[in-house]
């Protein structure tokens, strides 16, 4: 059992805890980290000890002798996908975008990331055209009215695949563009799976 002093505590009731986020905020308080942290900009929300436990996990878990388990951990990613040829492909782009992220290839991570929001709506929809799938998701509430829009913006910046509708519209491909797209496309993945 750990003590008081190796967890954190809640400024609103008092009680400690080994992290506050992913239910007791939010149940107990009826608020989320973020309007807890802009009330109390200081506080702590994880204990040392949940973090150093999370620390050894991700090591254990990026270690060369568990390739086998981030495999099985990444092909869970795309479980709520029933074409099981569709799914290796975006298990496949999946992995390939998250290198591109890590080393920097902007332009790549846009694209990828566009096709991989394209045909999980398209398998989702039954959709054959991603402008289509996007309409037809949002009609049969599989997305949200937010998701609609930030999805436009990616099917828009995935078409810069092409080289002249990139000049002409001089935009600038940079690693805000790429993050941004992540966060969008991560946040959507997740949201599948909790349909």
Known sequence: MLKKNQKVKCLECGKYFKK???????????????????KYPSAKTSSINFIECQKRIQKKLFQDKNLDLRKKVGSRTFDFIENKEVKKLLQRDYGTVKKCLKIKLWKPCIVLYGAIIEAMLIEMTGAKKFEKAIDKALSKKIILKDQYYKINFIRDLRNYIHLHKELNEKIKISDHLAKTLAEICESIIKYFKNL
Request: aromatic residues 6%; glycine residues 22%.
């Open 20 to 38: 506050l986020g992913g239910g007791h905020l939010e149940k107990i308080h009826g608020i989320t980290m973020n309007e807890y942290l802009k």
